[in-house]
C-alpha cells in the first residue's frame, strides 16, 4: 500500500510548497546518485550534497582537508561533471565544511566515555564505607550503591 502517491497528487493539485520540497528533495536525491561515482574518486563517501541551483551545486564535506583537497581539484571536477546531462549549465562549486557528517551525511553522535566495569573490591569498600558512616540517609545511599556496582548473589 503506497500512500504517499496519492498525498502528493493531492498536494500537487493544491500548488502546494510542500509538493515544491519534494520534487527538491527527490531532485537532489536523484543528483546525489549521479555525482556519487564522479566525487568519490576524489574524496571518497565523505560528502554531502546540499544545495543544487541552475548553475551552482554545494557540497558539505566533513573534513576541512577533503574539503582543501576538493577546491583545489573543483576545476577538474567542475569539467567533469559539466560532462554530466543534468549538470551541464554549472558553473560554480561551493564547498563548505561540516565536521559532523558521517559517511552517510548523518550526523554522529558525540563520543562518550568508555564503560568501566566495577570490581568486588571497590563493592567490598564501600560497603565498609557504609558500616562506618552514622547518617542513615548516607549510609543507605551507599549500601544501593554498593549493590547496585555488584549485586549480592
Not at 65 to 75: D, G, I, P, V, W
Request: glycine share 4%.
Amino acid at each position: 500500500m503506497d500512500s504517499a502517491k496519492p498525498i502528493y497528487k493531492y498536494l500537487e493539485k493544491q500548488n502546494s510548497q510542500v509538493v515544491d520540497l519534494i520534487t527538491y528533495g527527490q531532485t537532489l536525491h536523484r543528483l546525489r546518485r549521479t555525482l556519487k561515482p564522479v566525487i568519490n574518486q576524489y574524496i571518497g563517501n565523505g560528502w554531502q550534497l546540499s544545495k543544487f541551483s541552475a548553475d551552482e551545486l554545494t557540497l558539505l564535506i566533513n573534513s576541512a582537508e577533503l574539503a582543501n583537497r576538493l577546491r583545489y581539484q573543483s576545476t577538474n571536477l567542475l569539467q567533469e561533471i559539466r560532462t554530466l546531462e543534468s549538470c551541464k549549465v554549472l558553473n560554480k562549486i561551493n564547498i563548505k565544511v561540516r565536521p559532523d557528517l558521517t559517511d552517510k551525511g548523518e550526523e554522529k553522535e558525540p563520543e562518550g566515555r568508555s564503560v568501566l566495569t566495577p570490581s568486588s573490591a571497590g563493592n567490598q569498600q564501600l560497603k565498609s564505607l557504609a558500616d562506618n558512616i552514622d547518617d542513615p540517609a548516607l549510609k543507605a545511599s551507599l549500601q544501593r550503591l554498593a549493590n547496585r556496582v555488584c549485586p549480592e548473589d
